[in-house]
Nanobody, 126 residues
């Protein structure tokens, strides 16, 4: 049974940092695309970043470039999202998602991913 579990969310002040984790079980990370999406209150879910686990290829939305870093530890079946210089507009529920078909050549799209975690809340506020 495929399962993704996110953790690491919380309340942080503007300019602060958080590291989200996505632990995957039920399959090994080889040859999968793992993506981070986020959904702010009243807004649609949007793709943020993607990593293709076999070769480490990554993709970032423009709003995240230079501030967020996606990485993976294949041995631990875990993907991370290091978030620095956080802004109030980064406040959202963050989801990780997995699927073997995307290649992380472009912005991740929700309907391309079949396996989802339950989400973790990130709140950026003073």
């Amino acid at each position: 049974q495929v399962q993704l579990v996110e953790s690491g969310g919380g309340l942080v002040q503007p300019g602060g940092s958080l590291r989200l984790s996505c632990v995957v079980s039920g399959f090994t990370l080889d040859y999968y695309a793992i993506a981070w999406f986020r959904q702010a209150p009243g807004k649609e879910r949007e793709g943020g970043s993607c990593i293709y686990t076999s070769n480490g290829k990554t993709y970032y939305a423009d709003s995240l470039k230079g501030r967020f870093t996606i990485s993976r530890d294949n041995a631990e079946n875990t993907v991370y999202l290091q978030m620095n210089s956080l802004k109030p507009e980064d406040t959202a529920v963050y989801y990780c998602a997995a699927d073997p078909w995307p290649t992380c050549d472009s912005l991740p799209i929700s309907y391309d991913y079949n396996y989802w975690g339950q989400g973790t809340q990130v709140t950026v506020s003073s």
